[in-house]
C-alpha cells in the first residue's frame, strides 16, 4: 500500500505564509506526478497546484504568483509554499500522488488525510 502524510498546516493571518508537506510511504517504484487540491465548506475540491516527475508545474489561476509547488523525488515529498495568503484560502488541503508500484503497472492515484488551512485577523 501506500501512506500520504501531510504536515504543516494551520493558522495565519492574512499576507502571511505557511508551508505545508506532504510525505509517500510504502510501496513505491515512482510518483509520477503530485498535488495539491483544497475544499472549503459548501464547494467542491479544486486543483490547487501539481507537478510532475521532471519537475513542470501547473497552478490554479487563483494562487499563481502567491503559491510556489515543489517535490524532493528521494524524499517522495511535494511541498507547497503559500505566500500573501488570503482568507479565501482557507480550506482543508488535500495531498494527491499518482504512484507506480511496479515498472509495469498503470499508476493508481493516491490521497493524503488533509491538513487544515486557515487564513483569520
Known amino acids: 500500500q501506500v501512506q500520504l502524510v501531510e504536515s504543516g498546516g494551520g493558522l495565519v493571518q492574512p499576507g502571511g505564509s505557511l508551508r505545508v508537506s506532504c510525505a509517500a510511504s510504502?510501496?513505491?517504484?515512482?510518483?509520477?506526478?503530485m498535488g495539491w487540491y483544497r475544499q472549503a465548506p459548501g464547494k467542491q475540491r479544486e486543483l490547487v497546484a501539481s507537478i510532475g516527475y521532471a519537475g513542470i508545474t501547473n497552478y490554479a489561476d487563483s494562487v499563481q504568483g502567491r503559491f510556489t509547488i515543489s517535490r524532493d523525488n528521494a524524499k517522495n515529498t511535494v511541498y507547497l509554499e503559500m505566500n500573501n495568503l488570503k482568507p479565501e484560502d482557507t480550506a482543508v488541503y488535500y495531498c494527491?500522488?499518482?504512484?507506480?508500484?511496479?515498472?509495469?503497472?498503470?499508476?493508481?492515484?493516491?490521497w493524503g488525510q488533509g491538513t487544515q488551512v486557515t487564513v483569520s485577523s
Open positions: 510504502g510501496s513505491i517504484f515512482r510518483i509520477v506526478d
Open positions: 494527491n500522488a499518482n504512484v507506480k508500484r511496479t515498472p509495469v503497472v498503470v499508476a493508481r492515484g493516491y
